[in-house]
């Protein structure tokens, strides 16, 4: 298997634009998990899907940002409008069933905006 | 709400020592999961070992060790004949297993590893 794929690698923009930031978990697993890393705060889940259906987005830090996943093997993180203080790592993670054997990380994005 | 505390921000040891890192945990559940991450400079996350609370046995994986001390809420994490491959971010990780399952992270120590 790939693992968890991000896309892209690294992203910058400017202040005020949209940004998509994309995942595909690996095949079969059914939890889907959005985390943001920063030097201040760490690492911090955003938000996390159980079979494509949102259970717990109460750490999405405002509603400039959306998350969705429409299908098992695709997920999304939108940023509208992006401010600098939205530059971190994001983490997508993935893993099946109850969580007992951790989280398949991706490579991360790294989010700069200008 | 769970919480994870790494105390230690930074080490530093020689190439082949055996270096021991600190974890302690927060938590009013009795069954949950632990685990190491560990992050280096390519940024990926990998899971280096992983402890089940209600085993008392510790687990090891070649290198690595886990102290598990439960009543105590600690959890540390042992790496012998250290190398410089080991050079990364190491995050000690809980998730429980009532309500939401959501692994916690600590806020890491950077671990570096001298020739």
Known sequence: DAGVIQSPRHEVTEMGQEVTLRCKPISGHDYLFWYRQTMMRGLELLIYFNNNVPIDDSGMPEDRFSAKMPNASFSTLKIQPSEPRDSAVYFCASSFGTVNYGYTFGSGTRLTVV | ?115
Do not use: H
């Open chain 2, 1 to 115: 709400a769970q919480t994870v505390t790494q105390s230690q921000p930074e080490m530093s040891v020689q190439e082949a020592e055996t270096v021991t890192l600190s974890c302690t945990y927060d938590t009013s559940e009795s069954n949950y999961y632990l685990f190491w991450y560990k992050q280096p400079p390519s940024r990926q996350m990998i899971l280096v070992i992983r402890q089940e609370a209600y085993k008392q046995q510790n687990a090891t994986e070649n290198r690595f060790s886990v102290n598990f001390q439960k009543a105590a809420k600690s959890f540390s994490l042992k790496i012998s004949d250290s190398q410089l491959g080991d050079t990364a971010m190491y995050f000690c990780a809980f998730i429980g297993l009532q309500g939401a399952q959501k692994l916690v992270f600590g806020q890491g120590t950077r671990l570096t590893i001298n020739p």
